[in-house]
């Protein structure tokens, strides 16, 4: 099993900044790659960023490219997200998963370790 652990959310001003954190522990050497997701007004959970632990290839969901960077420490085993230029619609809980199949995955039913989310707000 792999624990996954989300920190750094809070209430930010429209262009401000914020850095989500997510620590693993348990059986990570089993993952293949970490994503940040959000929740949508449908209680569903969409795309935002990825990284593959090994390699650090990136992938991002097109309403973030420019704005977020994901990036990794492989010695504390903690992946972040750096979030700039913070917009109202990017309110949302963002959850932190990770997944054990090779790929850019980009569904949430493609992750098997999940976290219990951090909210975001983005005030106007």
Do not use: H
Request: proline share 2%; with cysteine.
């Amino acid at each position: 099993q792999v624990q996954l652990v989300e920190s750094g959310g809070g209430l930010v001003q429209t262009g401000g900044s914020l850095r989500l954190s997510c620590a693993a522990s348990g059986r990570t050497s089993g993952t293949y790659a970490v994503a940040w997701f959000r929740r949508t007004p449908a209680k569903e959970r969409d795309f935002v960023a990825l990284i593959v632990r090994s390699s650090g290839e990136t992938s991002y969901a097109d309403s973030v490219k420019g704005r977020f960077t994901i990036s990794r420490d492989n010695v504390r085993d903690t992946v972040y997200l750096q979030m700039n230029s913070l917009k109202p619609e990017d309110t949302s809980v963002y959850y932190c998963a990770a997944s054990r199949k090779r790929g850019i995955l980009v569904y949430q039913a493609e992750y098997d370790y999940w976290g219990q989310g951090t909210q975001v707000t983005v005030s106007s």
